[in-house]
């Protein structure tokens, strides 16, 4: 798009550029004799300072210090549209100073305080106007509030012609101009929001090593699949086709349809050859977990086909269901007690205050990454009488589901909401409908990248190694499971679909195998007989204060007991006090006031150790004994 401006200069403007030119050094107090012979030499040469902008780029570039001031006089003021090729390799070093007093300084403020207002800094403001918007106000002539979409594209097509002659990087300007796209797009310039700048690679591209004869294939499947499946999954699908697609390639260059595919000639071959098959990222040999999914693409690819009636499909089944490798069924990776609590502990001091605060939120509420960063900004929903719950949007099984939320998780949530960025809706990942998300950052969404580099920095510094944000979803259900929520529940808290994905977390911590191993060991104790006095002791509380032992503690009202914690609690730990034939008087109510204030210095010092149901117990017979004193004293 042409530079707006005017196309020939008056007889006397030479003049009266000096002269405005000597008032623009008096103003910002620099300038000599030198500054306005050199502007006097200029305009001999060059009367209209536009047809200067004509002449190569390296002629231009030649300009002498002397006379640089002046062109960027002319630039800020419109006089001269110096071409996007010279702005891109000059420094504006003066050009804050430059716009004061003229009609760029309006809206360049105006840009700077919209940055700000969706998160930047000053400073960071500061580098992005001058870098981008400032080059783009020079070169068009034209305010702020007239520019568009073509004018990034021009901007953008000079640093990459840039690139291209000098070998140097763009790296700077790519992400101011993407910074002040989005700045120009919350602040109503232009229609949408600037696109991931890694944009994806066409399907004729990602198969460039597959055979030419056999691609036309490959990338028709691949552009069927988009009709039905999420661009993500597509991706993946693409990746492991083109993989298969590679081997065929090398193993057998003349093979020129896949209706020629042999079972024993390609397919097993290509099955062999998965074992020793390396991540081209890592360089090491690809999870079993990798091989079975390429094997599954690559297994629906030729079924597809050949459902479809495409002539170039395989004429029988190539790939059989034992053809999949079989998967490890670890159990789920939750962090222990005291690890959860490091980590919580280095989120709070976080000084990226929002993704931690979202890494907080996702422990709270056993959230996937991907559900996580999809909430929108009215994700909470009060229900009267029934609390505050959180609407969880559709994830990873296209499943929305309400959780149910505390006061300190509804805390977490406020504070969210205050530090996220403000600005215009932006479009939805999945429907494209613009939505106002919960997690903003410079008037974008917060992305699952910078999700996970929070959570290695706080993990690191908390000691941990690596941690996944999965695991603090893992670590929720463990926690859930721990209090004895149901497998319904549990399926509702997370979203699973079917119970069986609920169940790996009932088979960390069964009670029915721990009921069943306490029935057994007592049995075994019985038949063996007691053994010998010294060995029988818990060593635990042999010194110090019993209260403090690592042991499960009861307080009796004529004593107390101590177990080892690989014994379990005892089931007939105070009995006596929960049994409703129990009856005690006035005069006993000093002794159980001495075990109800023993009972709540084990309740917490279970609590501390992460004993959930041991403190759960000990709070139950502090709720029983209020009810034996209460009784005590009116009766």
Not at 475 to 498: D, E, F, I, K, W
Not at 599 to 613: H, N, V
Request: one cysteine or more.
């Amino acid at each position: 798009m042409p530079p707006e401006h005017a196309s020939a200069p008056a007889p006397d403007r030479p003049g009266s550029l000096l002269a405005d030119y000597g008032a623009h050094l008096a103003r910002s107090g620099r300038g000599n004799t030198g500054y306005e012979q050199a502007a006097r030499s200029f305009l001999r040469r060059w009367p209209d300072p536009q047809r200067w902008a004509t002449r190569p780029l390296d002629r231009r570039l030649d300009e002498g210090a002397q006379t640089r001031p002046f062109l960027m006089f002319l630039m800020v003021n419109g006089h001269l549209h110096p071409g996007y090729d010279y702005l891109v390799e000059r420094k504006l070093s003066s050009f804050w100073r430059d716009i004061i007093a003229t009609a760029l300084e309006a809206d360049m403020t105006r840009f700077r305080r919209g940055a700000e207002s969706i998160g930047y800094t000053p400073t960071q403001a500061l580098r992005v106007a001058s870098q981008s918007v400032g080059r783009l106000l020079i070169q068009t002539g034209r305010p702020l509030d007239r520019l568009s979409l073509d004018d990034f594209e021009e901007l953008v097509g000079a640093c990459r012609r840039r690139e291209e002659l000098t070998g140097q990087g763009w790296g700077h300007y790519r992400a101011a101009l993407s910074a002040a796209h989005r700045v120009l797009f919350h602040l109503g310039v232009v229609p949408s929001p600037p696109p991931h700048w890694q944009r994806p690679e066409s399907f004729e591209a990602r198969m460039a090593h597959v055979a030419p004869r056999l691609r036309p294939a490959f990338v028709a499947y691949l552009e069927r699949k988009t009709g039905t499946c999420q661009a993500k999954t597509v991706t993946g699908i693409a990746t492991r086709l083109a993989s298969f697609g590679r081997f065929l390639a090398e193993s057998d260059p003349d093979l020129s349809c896949l209706a020629g595919l042999e079972r024993r000639r390609h397919v097993e071959p290509w099955l062999n050859s998965l074992v020793t098959t390396v991540n081209s990222k890592t360089g090491e040999a690809i999870t079993r977990a990798d091989q079975a999914r390429r094997v599954l693409a690559v297994s629906s690819f030729l079924s597809e086909i050949t459902e479809w009636g495409w002539p170039d499909a395989p004429p029988r089944r190539l790939i059989f269901r034992s053809d999949v490798p079989r998967l490890p069924r670890p159990l789920p990776r939750y962090l222990p007690v005291d690890a959860d609590r490091r980590l919580s502990h280095a989120l709070e001091r976080s000084e990226f205050r929002l993704a931690a605060d979202a890494l907080l939120l996702q422990r709270a509420c056993g959230l996937r990454i991907g559900e996580l960063v999809d909430l929108e900004l009215d994700c909470v929903h009060e229900i009267p009488g029934n609390g505050a719950w959180l609407k969880v949007p559709l994830g990873k099984l296209d499943t929305e589901r309400m959780v149910p939320l505390d006061d300190e998780t509804l805390a977490l949530i406020d504070r969210i909401v205050a530090a996220r960025s403000a600005g215009r809706p932006l479009p939805h990942p999945r429907t494209g409908r613009p939505a106002q998300f919960l997690f903003t950052h410079h008037g974008r969404r917060l992305s699952q990248q910078a999700v996970r580099a929070e959570l290695d920095r706080a993990a690191t510094g908390a000691g941990l190694g690596h941690v996944t944000s999965h695991q603090l979803r893992h670590t929720y259900a463990t926690a859930m499971v721990n209090a004895g929520v149901s497998l319904q529940s549990l399926m509702a808290l997370l979203g699973h679909v079917s119970a069986e994905m609920s169940l790996r977390y009932g088979r960390l911590f069964d009670h029915t195998v721990r009921a069943e191993y306490e029935r057994a060991l007592d049995l075994a104790k019985a038949r063996i007989g007691p053994l010998p006095e010294p060995r029988t002791r818990i060593p635990v509380a042999a010194e110090g204060d019993w209260h403090q032992a690592p042991a499960l503690k009861a307080r009796l009202a004529g004593g107390y007991c101590l177990r080892a914690p690989a014994q379990g609690a005892c089931p007939y730990a105070n009995i006596c006090e929960h049994c409703p034939n129990f009856r005690t008087d006035a005069a006993s109510v000093a002794i159980l006031s001495a075990q109800r204030v023993d009972t709540e210095a084990l309740a917490a010092d279970a609590a501390a150790r992460g004993w959930i149901d041991e403190a759960h117990r000990h709070r139950q017979l502090i709720s029983r004994l209020d009810t034996l004193i209460a009784q005590a004293a009116t009766g």
